[in-house]
Nanobody, 117 residues
Framework: QLQLVESGGGLVQPGGSLRLSCEAS????????IGWYRQAPGKQRERVAL?????????????NYADSVKGRFTISRDDIRNTVNLQMDNLQFDDTATYYC?????WGQGTEVIVSS
């Protein structure tokens, strides 16, 4: 059974960067779609980025990434380490949330990102 374990969250100042990692318990190249979601306090969970075997694909919004993270977040796959990474740059207060790795109906436990001055 697939398991997903996130890491890399923490406290960062506005404008800073964090890199989240999600390690899969199976070969990543066997997983067609895997991605990142986030849930801020009092808000619904939202999709941030998805990745297929062919690379990053569309997330919420009309372009490749949600408008709120476009140009700041990058998703990548490492099939050797079986990890999916989310590079987050120029973090803003609104990026504060618990970030979850997901594939199908499997969710990780989440990793918290707090953007605070």
């Amino acid at each position: 059974q697939l398991q997903l374990v996130e890491s890399g969250g923490g406290l960062v100042q506005p404008g800073g960067s964090l890199r989240l990692s999600c390690e899969a318990s199976t070969y990543l190249n066997r997983i067609k779609v895997i991605g990142w979601y986030r849930q801020a306090p009092g808000k619904q969970r939202e999709r941030v980025a998805l990745s297929t075997n062919g690379g990053a694909i569309t997330v919420t919004g009309r372009t490749n990434y949600a408008d709120s993270v476009k140009g700041r977040f990058t998703i990548s796959r490492d099939d050797i380490r079986n990890t999916v990474n989310l590079q987050m740059d120029n973090l803003q207060f609104d990026d504060t949330a618990t970030y979850y790795c997901n594939s199908g109906d499997v969710w990780g436990q989440g990793t918290e990102v707090i953007v605070s001055s």
